[in-house]
């Protein structure tokens, strides 16, 4: 059974995107649903549960895949949580388009965050772009909330059409390209009061 670590951690991460979606115009908290640890099955009938998914209310069908996914690792390796992640980017055939895996360590707390997606990578020798398995951003957050990056990045930041199939509709009477709403982004200072709550909870 998920122990706390997964819980507290994989859940309110994800209630945190549905409030960020909520406050987009034209959205609200329900233009998320919560998938939780549904059993989801992939090629050759594999079945695997996610500790937490979120899905477009667009979608409909009791076993329909989320777009987002997030895997949290206690007891399991950043290498496992890696493998994780890969499989269920390509086990879903592009459904599921971003994969959130955190890895929690005690002695003393600390977590870190890695965001997957499948970003396009070299020209083939057709001239296409194909899809490859990318580790996109990373974060580490301390004891003490220190929050770094290996790769620099400012905020963990999660593309609309990573979570949505679609851009919503132009209002009636204006007629120009729909314009994509700004991605879903948790600044460090977020990711810093995220984890010490959980810090907080977990000792």
Not at 14 to 25: A, E, H
Not at 58 to 73: A, H, I, K, Q, Y
Not at 139 to 161: H, K, Q, W
Request: hydrophobic share 40%.
């Amino acid at each position: 059974m998920p122990g706390p670590e997964h819980e507290r951690v994989s859940r309110n991460l994800c209630i945190r995107i549905q409030i960020k979606v909520g406050s987009l115009p034209g959205h609200s908290i329900d233009s998320l649903e919560a998938t939780g640890s549904t059993e989801f099955r992939g090629p050759g009938n594999e079945a695997r549960q996610a500790d937490e998914g979120l899905m477009p209310a667009t979608r409909v069908g009791r076993f329909e895949w989320p777009s987002l996914l997030m895997e949290v690792g206690y007891s399991q390796s950043e290498i496992d949580l890696c493998r994780d992640a890969r499989w269920w980017l390509t086990a879903s055939r592009g459904k599921i388009r971003f994969v959130i895996t955190a890895k929690v360590r005690r002695n003393p707390l600390n977590l870190s965050i890695s965001c997957w997606q499948m970003l396009p990578g070299r020209y083939d020798l057709r001239n296409r772009l194909p899809l490859v398995f990318t580790l996109d951003q990373t974060f580490n957050i301390d004891l003490a909330g220190n929050v770094t990056s290996e790769m620099g990045c400012t905020s963990l930041r999660i593309p609309y059409l990573a979570l949505f199939d679609q851009v919503p509709e132009n209002p009636p009477g204006i007629n120009q390209v729909p314009v994509v709403p700004a991605d879903i982004e948790l600044s460090l200072d977020e990711l810093r009061q995220f984890a010490l709550n959980r810090f907080r909870l977990l000792v």
